[in-house]
């Protein structure tokens, strides 16, 4: 290949002459190649000669095209997705929209609706388009709303984030399933993925039935093989004779033998499945030492611990865009653009028309469009003045907005993996900080951010309900239950999110009391359609999200056909 600049052959001036590769077939007795595009371009036109330089191989590609030159340097060639979108809008007379809320529902909606050539806008309360899907890094800041029955020591206020260039802390959703729609959005949009450790063997358990924290791979190895002594034990004493025939039987005590680690005695006694003390090498490594009998076993509590990444929507592999899950949301908004959003511009009032909606924005003159799509949280919809309805303002407030929060740590080293030899995953607990999350990027990098804490319910308003430090301070006290004295050390930067009081969004997701509300907000009322993981089946993913928004813009698009 030329250097880039250089000339192509017979570009300096000269007469043409083949080069070493242009054989005797290329010159098609006695034509050059030059000599026959030129015949076939003035016969058939311009079409039919890039069609046959395509056919030679001369004609630019989306690869071998030169690129664009932008500010002296050249510009890369714009993002294509490998295949085309599975999911499009075809047909009709564009109408249209205004998308209330800039979350992955409202921008879902705007991207899809701006491929079929709608106008739409985007109006949202806060500085930031994401909602829930939140990044914090080094520069963001957090703000928090007060407390509104003055309980607790939290008054409100700003946490400034100081993590370092290149560590971030994904407050919101962090994971995604391999079968969940987003990963098709992920494709499309040019979002790189790579894989989030969801379970880690070499993680840790601690429950309130446990002396001390133990190794997940050690905790379901004891788990397994005393269940599946028992199981053994009750088939072999005849105890399921009357469900088992007798090739039944055999075949239940051959899996749990391998299921359980049992010997031919049916007795659990531990193994090689529990983990090592001193781990094999050149010697044999040494066994843990002395298994917990049954009933220790069974007061752990395992069940919730050990199955939580057994789950449809948890089971690995699981997947995170590089850099932050953000990234999701970003590549949204650059395809519906700056122009369409329009950042703090809260909805004051939704008002449905004959021929469309009108919508009353704090601080500026009300916008009208033929349609509209309330994708923001239903508990603070149905707060909004309008008349959609004295049951869709029910509807709306019947969902109850539940309560989560994360603390990000940023640590000046791995001590995770340097010391405890965890790399990704999580530690389950049944303490107030919920799960410990350790990060699935930078292995082996000088610092790394560990998920101090994922709470939900009860737990979450109870560290939602003080200040910053005062979290930190209780977390890393939690913490050292697992991992000792350098929980607290080397402890660089952190930053705390208390969902339920994220202003605009005020829960981490909600809880239905009524099922036939949800069915009605499934349907629009009037020219208003309601969109967001809250209507599906997959609330607080944002895969729930994006099914929402097709859904929506389906819908809405057959209608504009039927009145067109």
């Not at 058939?44 to 932008?70: E, F, K, Q, W």
């Not at 109408?95 to 806008?121: F, I, Q």
Request: glycine letters at 14%; charged letters at 20%.
């Amino acid at each position: 290949m030329a250097d880039e600049g250089s000339p192509p052959p017979g570009g300096d001036g000269s007469p043409h002459r083949p080069t070493r590769g242009e054989d005797a077939s290329s010159r098609l007795n006695g034509l050059t190649r030059r000599s026959l595009l030129v015949g076939i371009g003035a016969a058939g036109g311009a079409g039919a000669m890039y069609a046959a330089m395509g056919v030679l191989g001369l004609a630019p590609s989306r690869d071998t095209a030169p690129l664009p030159v932008v500010g002296g340097s050249a510009a890369p060639p714009p993002y294509a997705p490998p295949q085309r979108s599975d999911f499009a809008l075809r047909g009709g007379r564009p109408a249209s929209v205004l998308v209330l809320g800039a979350g992955v529902a409202g921008l879902a909606c705007a991207y899809e609706l701006g491929k079929a050539g709608y106008e739409c806008t985007v109006l949202e309360a806060s500085d930031r388009v994401g909602g829930r899907s939140l990044t914090l890094r080094g520069g963001d800041t957090v703000t928090e709303l007060p407390l509104g029955d003055g309980a607790g020591e939290a008054a409100g206020g700003v946490q400034r984030v100081t993590f370092g260039e290149g560590t971030y802390f994904n407050a919101g959703p962090a994971r995604i399933a391999q079968w969940m729609v987003t990963l098709d959005y992920c494709r499309e949009l040019g979002v790189p993925l790579e894989v989030f450790v969801n379970g880690n063997s070499a993680a840790y358990v601690l429950t309130d039935g446990m002396k001390g924290p133990v190794r997940v791979r050690t905790a379901r190895a004891d788990a397994y093989g005393y269940i599946s002594e028992l199981l053994a034990k009750a088939a072999d004493g005849g105890a399921l004779d009357a469900r088992l025939t007798a090739a039944d039987k055999e075949r239940l005590l051959d899996f749990l033998s391998h299921f359980g680690e049992i010997g031919p005695s049916h007795a659990y006694t531990g193994g090689e499945r529990r983990g090592f003390r001193v781990n094999p090498g050149v010697g044999p490594g040494a066994e843990l030492g002395a298994v917990p009998s049954l009933t220790e076993v069974l007061s752990q509590g395992l069940g919730r611990v050990l199955t939580m990444d057994a789950g449809y929507e948890q089971a690995m592999p699981m997947f995170q865009p590089v850099g932050g899950m953000d990234a999701i949301v970003r590549a949204l908004a650059r395809q519906v653009g700056d122009a369409r959003i329009r950042t703090g511009s809260r909805v004051t009032e939704i008002t449905t028309t004959p021929g469309g909606v009108e919508v009353a924005v704090e601080g500026g003159p009300p916008l009208r469009a033929q349609y509209c799509v309330a994708a923001l949280p239903p508990h603070l919809l149905a707060r909004i003045p309008g008349n959609l309805g004295a049951d869709v303002k029910a509807a709306l407030a019947a969902a109850s907005p539940l309560a989560a929060g994360k603390l990000g740590l940023e640590y000046g080293r791995r001590w995770w993996e340097t010391e405890d030899r965890v790399y990704g995953g999580a530690t389950e607990t049944d303490l107030d900080v919920g799960h410990i999350w350790y990060p699935s990027y930078g292995f082996h990098g000088r610092r790394g951010l560990v998920v101090g804490y994922y709470n939900t319910g009860a737990d979450a308003e109870a560290y939602g309900a003080l200040t910053h430090p005062r979290r930190l301070r209780r977390a890393l006290a939690q913490g050292r239950k697992i991992h000792g004295r350098k929980y607290g050390e080397d402890l660089l930067a952190s930053a705390s999110v208390s969902w339920q009081r994220q202003p605009h969004i005020e829960g981490a997701w909600v809880r239905w009391t009524s099922p036939a509300g949800v069915r009605l907000l499934q349907r629009p009322a009037g020219r208003v359609y309601f969109a967001g993981d809250w209507l599906t089946h997959l609330i607080a993913w944002q895969a729930g999200a994006l099914e929402s928004a097709r859904k929506v813009v389906t819908e809405l698009h057959h209608r504009v056909l039927k009145e067109a």
